[in-house]
């Protein structure tokens, strides 16, 4: 018997040895089988019913299509499945899209988190008055049209986006954009079904802005939106010529009151990342909403061609931001200079950060740019983030724990893992104190009749194999060694002679494919990239193809004038207050 087991410890460690070499000879590419899609940019993506649902942009899959796709996908929550690897056909779910496969836009999500609204893009400049609408539960497209005026402007590039989710509001927001006479916000309402309608608030303190991220809060009488990031589109560009919009400083929080349709300025504290635009962000309330986590990851730095895999949180009502140390990020094994721009994120049960596509960038290059490299292991199309101990996970999983304020929240703004936080605004207090009154208020879940089904749990159930012992002669032993030595040897040489076969298929495949990737992407994109790259267009010609380092740098900024900060109030010169200064064009 000593010599049965000997034997079966020497495949063990050959076989593992021959992976090891297998994992270093070989690209990470032989991992994925035909169909899987392996990278996604410009989609517009939301969760809802369970399902994470996405359409619009730019797909790789690998050995099949790429390119747009006239599609709606979507991938059950309710069922677990890899996400630190392409995602298989198996989990892919899809019906046609119903002409809303436009770049980037917006899914604005109903009170029953049940229909998804499809707004904007980038395909058409025509403004209108109807949006297409999915039904989860009927699984069916219908055009809805929307009273108060033409506000779907499919040329609304770059724009912020937010859905009051889990509340009876039923709102949807839309802030700036790439085009210059984007002005005020759109505010869309579906509380009413059979009466949808919108506005747009052109209020002269509406921040003009684009690149960066929105969320919805529970906080004050009808919620608040805090929009952070990007760039400031009414600052002049001091970094390049040819580029006319400045980075907004991470540090200055814009924050809407939706009750009284009022705009504040808040200096936030505390760690403050580095200047950004194209990353995504989610946010988390604490069990007895005593504070409000907004978790923010990756990014992008036009200006020195510098990407984001770092992660950040603002916790609210604090205004304190906090750096976070997260484990098991494959990303950051490739090298330093990587990051992931143009991803989207979306929230589920609170606690699970689903991070949906994106470029990943070393420094100004693309790594994904075609189907050759779009397939890799350590950049996923889907990574999810548990938001409670910031862990990127390797499994989905359908029935996380109940969300739990992370400890490295709780040591700056106090309480416990329940909530309980002792810090309820910034150091030295707010310009304005009716923000601390605003702040004070929680808006209440859900109380309608919800659609949307409860995450079920998964169970595994696990089989035992229970074995008799018998006595038998050591000849017996030697014999059966034999056999499985004799078999180890053949195995290795079945499996190098495997590993030789598929490196030369795949060889054949790498050239045929990627030529099928560039020239699906070549002429279809209205903005400019390199190859999955989508740096924003040229202010004059949004056609006009331009890299980083088409710009030059300047050493003189342009006049500037100086007007007051902290300012609010919804109507022109409404009580402004003293803050810190900002730079605006003349």
């Keep these: 018997m000593l010599l049965l087991h000997f034997s079966t410890l020497c495949i063990f460690l050959c076989l593992s040895k021959l992976s090891v070499l297998a994992e270093r000879l070989y690209p990470r590419t032989d991992e994925f089988t035909a169909g899987d899609l392996c990278a996604i940019i410009d989609q517009r993506s939301a969760i809802a019913n369970d399902r994470l649902y996405f359409t619009g942009g730019h797909y790789a899959f690998y050995e099949g299509a790429s390119g747009t796709q006239d599609k709606l996908y979507w991938i059950n929550l309710n069922t677990s499945f890899a996400v630190n690897e392409a995602i298989h056909p198996a989990q892919l ?150 580029w006319s919009w400045d980075l907004r400083s991470m540090a200055n929080i814009s924050v809407y009151d939706i009750d009284s349709a009022t705009w504040y300025n808040v200096t936030a504290q505390g760690d403050i990342p580095d200047e950004r635009s194209e990353f995504c962000s989610v946010v988390s309330a604490s069990p007895d ?47 330093s200079s990587i990051g992931r721009k143009d991803h989207l994120c979306h929230l589920y049960n609170e606690r699970s950060m689903v991070v949906l596509g994106g470029n990943i960038n070393s420094g100004s290059t693309a790594l994904n740019s075609n189907s050759s490299t779009a397939c890799n292991s350590s950049y996923p199309a889907i990574r999810v983030l548990d938001v409670t101990d910031f862990s990127w996970q390797s499994e989905w999983n359908p029935s996380p724990d109940a969300y739990e304020v992370p400890s490295a929240i709780s040591v700056v703004i106090g309480g416990s893992t329940s909530g309980g936080a002792t810090m309820n605004e ?67 040489i079945a499996l190098g002679f495997f590993f030789l076969r598929r490196r030369s298929r795949r ?77 605006r064009r003349r």
């Design 426 to 492: 910034p150091t030295g207090g707010f310009n304005d104190s009716s923000l601390s009154t605003i702040l004070s208020k929680t808006v209440s879940l859900y109380n309608g009749t919800s659609t949307t089904s409860s995450s079920s749990s998964s169970s595994s159930s696990s089989s035992t194999t229970s074995s008799t012992t018998s006595k038998s002669s050591s000849h017996t032993g030697a014999i059966v060694g034999g056999v499985i030595g004799g078999l180890a040897i053949i195995a290795i």
């Design 289 to 335: 909403g005593s504070s409000f986590q907004i978790t923010i990851y990756g990014g992008w730095n036009l200006f020195d061609g510098t990407p984001n895999e770092d992660v950040y949180v603002l916790t609210i009502p604090s205004f304190q931001w906090i750096k976070i140390s997260d484990s098991g990020n494959t990303e950051t094994s490739i090298g």
């Design 93 to 242: 779910r899809s019906v046609p899209s119903e002409g809303t496969q436009s770049e980037t836009g917006a899914f604005f999500v109903d009170p029953t988190n049940d229909v998804l609204y499809s707004y904007g893009g980038f395909d058409d400049a025509t403004a209108v008055n109807y949006m297409m609408a999915y039904n989860a539960s009927s699984e069916s497209w219908s055009r809805k049209t929307i009273s108060g005026g033409k506000f779907n402007s499919l040329n609304r590039l770059a724009s912020l986006s937010a859905s009051s989710l889990n509340t009876d509001e039923g709102l949807g927001f839309v802030l700036g954009g790439w085009e210059s006479d984007v002005k005020g916000m759109v505010i869309f309402n579906s509380s009413d079904p059979d009466n949808l309608s919108w506005t747009n608030n052109t209020d002269v303190h509406t921040p003009l802005t684009m690149g960066g991220t929105m969320q919805y809060l529970r906080l004050g009488e009808k919620g608040i939106l805090v929009a952070i990031g990007g760039y400031d589109t009414d600052y002049v560009n001091k970094n390049l010529t040819g």
């Design 507 to 583: 060889s054949k495949q790498k050239a045929t494919t990627n030529q099928q990737w560039t020239g699906e992407l070549e002429g279809t994109q209205p903005v400019a990239k390199q190859g999955w790259s989508s740096e924003l267009p040229a202010q004059a010609n949004r056609n006009e193809t331009k890299s980083p380092t088409g710009y030059q740098k300047v050493d003189q900024q342009a006049p500037l004038v100086e007007l007051d900060g902290g300012w609010h109030g919804h109507e022109a010169g409404q009580g402004d207050t003293q803050g810190e200064g900002t730079a």
